[in-house]
């Protein structure tokens, strides 16, 4: 199996609500990765979980709150969004690699939550 | 932010022909990757090609990667309207944290 799946596929919130995206994969996988995408742009990375422990964040305002409640799960926890933030959120994930004399991976990346922040 | 610079930014050919999408980087890598994202969708790896490499085949598709010049090329021989979407390449510095370029659409006609 070497899906990542996303959830919702679809989300509109209010900039007072709390939401959640979340992301799963079975393939074993212990890094996993949040990426913001604006239309026409490339994927920005925000967060990296490395066996379940943050290990980068892209400087990410405080609104989102990334979660890995175990190997297979990757949350993104949302509150108090602005209408910029509105934008596809993909999650990948990929082998975990021991830096630039090691072997790097491929990243599996799921389909995407189209957030609108209204 | 971004390392790899797509050229063309737009790409229109008809089917059967080759299309040629090149990257340029500003920084030491341990690998170049190129993925494909069809519209509004997740993103599909294609390729990967470590630093000591210089050339890769897969399928109908041929990666090159020049390290002194700090440049790559992804070629698609025999194009079909399926091949439609937009292509990036990405940087890996060795810990597998992407950076992408700014990306090539690439639409083919039937």
């Known amino acids: 199996d070497t899906e990542v799946t996303q959830t919702p596929k679809h989300l509109v919130m209010g900039m007072t609500n709390k939401k959640s995206l979340k992301c799963e994969q079975h393939?074993?996988?212990?890094?996993m990765y949040w990426y913001k995408q604006k239309a026409k742009k490339p994927p920005e990375l925000m967060f990296v979980?490395?066996?379940?422990?943050?290990?980068i964040n892209e400087s990410v305002p405080s609104r989102f709150s990334p979660e890995c409640p175990n190997s297979s799960l990757l949350n993104l926890h949302l509150h108090a969004l602005q209408p910029e933030d509105s934008a596809l959120y993909l999650c990948?994930?990929?082998?975990?690699?021991?830096?630039?004399?090691?072997?790097?991976?491929?990243?599996?990346f799921g389909p995407g939550t189209r957030l609108t922040v209204t | 932010s971004q390392q790899g610079e797509e050229d063309p930014q737009a790409l229109s050919i008809q089917e059967g022909e080759n299309a040629t999408m090149n990257c340029s980087y500003k920084?030491?890598?341990?690998?170049l990757q190129w993925y494909r994202q069809n519209s509004g969708r997740g993103l599909v790896h294609l390729i990967l090609?470590?630093?000591?490499?210089r050339e890769k085949h897969s399928g109908r598709l041929r990666v090159t990667l020049d390290t002194s010049k700090k440049s790559s090329s992804l070629l698609i021989t025999a194009s079909r309207a399926a091949d439609t979407a937009s292509y990036f390449c990405?940087?890996?510095?060795?810990?597998?944290?992407?950076?992408f370029g700014k990306g090539t659409m690439l639409l083919v006609s039937p």
């Open positions: 393939m074993g996988h212990r890094a």
């Open positions: 090609i470590r630093s000591n490499e």
């Open positions: 990948a994930s990929s082998q975990v690699s021991f830096g630039p004399a090691g072997v790097s991976y491929e990243q599996y």
């Open positions: 979980y490395s066996y379940e422990k943050l290990s």
């Open positions: 990405a940087t890996d510095a060795g810990y597998s944290t992407l950076t």
């Open positions: 920084t030491s890598i341990n690998n």
